[in-house]
């Protein structure tokens, strides 16, 4: 997997702590060392001279002067160039009287102060890429030229040149343009020669004297050519330099005879060397040179992936994700995880909000410390921007209900479900199904995982189906004394996993929403590769207070009455709760602060009422700070016919309409001891800190003055 980390060349390979990152020819394990020591020429030349690497004799010098005393001492021809330049700027070779020295130093001290003076090697100019120490590839560079044909001028002779497609400007295409620049002009003018002039036919001109493809050059591939002797040195130069990727600048008259018989020197040793003229040579063999690289940092059977799982569905994912994330705690994983209510890295939240986009996705996987993935992935994100991976090991769908209908260009189940089921196609190991949610079950046909199907009965129809043909699914199934046995179907073997009442958060079977999130935790962890030992101790110990899953069946019970806060904001979800709170044994009355995001339908906030209209003896409509373009009251008046359409008493509903702070105040003042208080929350820190800073002695005088309320009736419930 990649990620590009910002606009130019730097792109991550692999996620979490397999991570490496490259840029251009770059690596993770180039060290600053060798980078710096390729950049400066002089040092280079030492080291290598020193193992007996052959290299040009060459001085260092700060003055024109200098220069000129040098190329008397070392001999012409010589060479002048930069100490520290790059793609041949700057570089004059060949160079046989003072003149051309004095002019060769104006140009290569603009670029460097300090500028080399060395013996000028003969023979051709070949590039010879070094990766891991081996040699990956060899282009012979041809410096940017033309042919005269002893009709067209120079210039159009150029001109025909850069009209081949494969030529652009820098490095957007294979080759770059030729400029009749300045370097042009005076190699035109030593001639004397203008880009007017006409070449008669067959003869070759250069217009630079280095074959740097940048300045205009061409390549040709000579990989199979080279001379073991000459592939060995490269290969000991990289190495005395420290590079992992290296460009050995090698002269020689013939690459196919050994240096030590022709003769040959290396000129440079290149940090971050051009890959262009491998990867598509103006003549010869392309070479996969990027492929040597990643194999290099991704040795074979060295992983580049981090165990990944993506869970999706309309409720239940985050805790469903926090759960699956507790497991793999437990198996000693170091978690990233993506939520509702942030970004966690090894149990600390390191983002806060609603992030369970790409972004966050991203964030979570680029962490050098992560080893394992859990990303709640929303149907928002995926819509607006992708998933932002590519590949899961195991994509969950828990299932699809009415929510968010109408926004994003998602007006039916049917489009919902299709928008969800992206997770599952990606899925390579499992997608684990609601066997129970049609919508949900038929994916299995769409991704290239094995499916785990999840039920909350005994096999049946597709799930007996697939168990007996010795498929994997995760069932509830009666047991003795009224309690419930989650069971683990695989390879034909029916394997117990844990009674319900083993889970904290199933609220001793109350809560059976969670008993299902238990079982999708259960399932992904499985197809994480996490042993049911581990998935057993994993859900045992997970816990729903409110740092650990903030909205999701929070319990405060240190005042004379309880409170729920739950972040329940749509009818499947209130379904959920409200059923909870119903199968809760409560001396008192059941007040509900009830509310619906203002951006759902009209329809949508009705059925929400009538999800918590049988359970709640005493509604508190509010509506959140962000109303998302309704007018003030207006979801509240929905909410409020809505309840009224159920068959709710007028008395029962408080007559206004509040804002968050206000309606968790009024609520909390209302309660009697015995009562409990369900609180579905928006801003969820505000809420829990004004619940457990509630102080009942002080607001003792209003709830004795409390209106009492008649008890509907427990049918209704």
């Known amino acids: 997997p990649w990620m590009r980390l910002n606009d130019g060349a730097l792109i991550q390979l692999g996620h979490g702590c397999h991570q490496q ?20 020429k002089s040092m280079t030349s030492r080291i290598l001279a020193d193992l007996a690497i052959p290299v040009p004799k060459q001085e260092v010098v700060t003055s024109l002067e200098a220069a000129l005393a040098a ?80 009709v067209q001028t120079v210039r159009e002779l150029v001109d025909q040149v850069n009209s081949d497609p494969r030529r652009g400007h820098g490095h957007e295409k294979s080759l770059t343009r030729i400029e009749l620049d300045a370097e042009a002009l005076r190699l035109l003018a030593e001639a004397c020669l203008t880009p007017a002039s006409v070449l008669p036919a067959g003869e070759v001109f250069f217009l630079r004297t280095t074959g740097n493809l940048s300045t205009g050059g061409t390549a040709i591939d ?134 369970t986009g790409p972004w966050s996705s991203r964030l979570v996987l680029r962490d050098p410390t992560v080893n394992a993935a859990v990303l709640e992935t929303a149907r928002g994100g995926i819509v607006r921007a992708g998933l932002g991976w590519r590949k899961c090991n195991v994509g969950a769908v828990i299932n699809v209900a009415a929510d968010h209908l109408g926004l994003g260009g998602i007006d039916d189940l049917d489009e919902l479900a299709r928008v969800k089921q992206i997770v599952v196609e990606v899925a390579r190991d499992y997608c684990v199904l609601n066997a129970d949610d049609p919508r949900v079950a038929q994916m299995a046909a769409m991704s290239p995982g094995e499916p785990i199907y999840v039920s909350m009965e005994p096999p049946r129809g597709r799930v007996r189906r697939h168990v007996r043909s010795r498929g994997k699914a995760v069932v509830l199934e009666a047991g003795k004394g009224g309690d419930r046995l989650i069971t683990f179907h695989d390879g034909g073997k029916e394997i117990p996993l844990l009674w319900v ?21 259960a399932a992904v962890a499985h197809g994480l590769g996490v042993s049911l030992e581990v998935i057993r101790q994993g859900l045992r110990t997970f816990r ?98 809505g309840l009224l359409a159920a068959g709710v008493p007028r008395e029962r509903i408080l007559p206004e309409v509040l804002d968050e702070e206000a309606s968790v105040d009024r609520a909390l003042h209302l309660a009697r001891p015995g009562d409990l208080v369900v609180i579905f929350g928006d801003k969820l820190d505000r809420c829990w800190r004004q619940i457990t800073e509630f102080d009942p002695a002080k607001a003792g005088a209003a709830t004795a003055e409390a209106p009492a309320l008649p008890e509907l009736a427990q049918v209704q419930r």
């Open 544 to 641: 729903m207070d409110f740092d650990a899953i903030p909205g999701r069946l929070n319990f405060y019970d240190r005042h004379p009455f309880k409170v729920l806060l739950d972040y329940a904001h749509n009818a499947h979800g209130m379904e959920a709760i409200a059923r909870t709170a119903a199968n809760l044994a409560v001396a008192g009355r059941r007040i509900g602060v009830v509310a619906a995001p203002g951006d759902r339908r009209d329809e949508d906030v009705r059925a929400l009422a009538r999800a918590a209209a049988p359970v709640f003896d005493l509604f508190v409509l509010r509506e959140d700070d962000d109303r998302r373009g309704r007018a003030r009251g207006e979801t509240g008046e929905v909410l409020r016919q």
């Open 71 to 150: 190329a008397e001492r070392l001999g012409y021809p010589v060479v002048v160039k930069p100490l520290d330049g790059n793609q041949g700027r700057g570089v004059s070779t060949g160079l046989t009287v003072p003149d051309q020295v004095r002019s060769a130093w104006e140009r290569a001290a603009e670029i460097s102060r300090e500028v080399i003076v060395e013996t000028h090697q003969a023979g051709c100019d070949y590039r010879i890429l070094v990766v891991g120490g081996k040699v990956a590839a060899v282009a012979q560079r041809v410096p940017g030229h033309v042919v005269g044909n002893g």
């Open 501 to 521: 009442r083993q889970i904290p958060a199933s609220l001793g079977g109350s809560a059976l929403h969670n008993v299902q999130n238990a079982m999708f935790a």
């Open 222 to 355: 000579r990989t199979d050519d080279v001379h073991p002797d000459n592939r060995r040195m490269a290969e000991r130069a990289a190495r005395a330099i420290g590079l992992d990727v290296a460009g050995v600048d090698f002269l020689c008259p013939d690459i196919t005879r050994s240096y030590r018989e022709v003769g040959g020197a290396i000129v440079e040793v290149n940090a971050a060397p051009g890959l262009r003229m491998h990867l598509d040579p103006s003549e010869g063999l392309p070479r996969d040179v990027a492929g040597s690289v990643i194999e290099m940092l991704f040795p074979r059977g060295c992983p580049s992936r981090i165990p990944l799982a993506a869970i999706t569905g309309t409720n239940g994912k985050t805790t469903t994700t926090r759960m699956v994330g507790h497991i793999l705690t437990t198996a000693g994983f170091n978690v990233g995880m993506a939520t509702t209510d942030g970004v966690y890295i090894d149990g600390v939240r390191i983002a806060e909000g609603d992030l």
């Open 21 to 40: 990152r490259i840029e251009a020819a770059l690596t993770s394990g180039t060290p600053l060392t060798a980078v710096e020591l390729a950049g400066d």
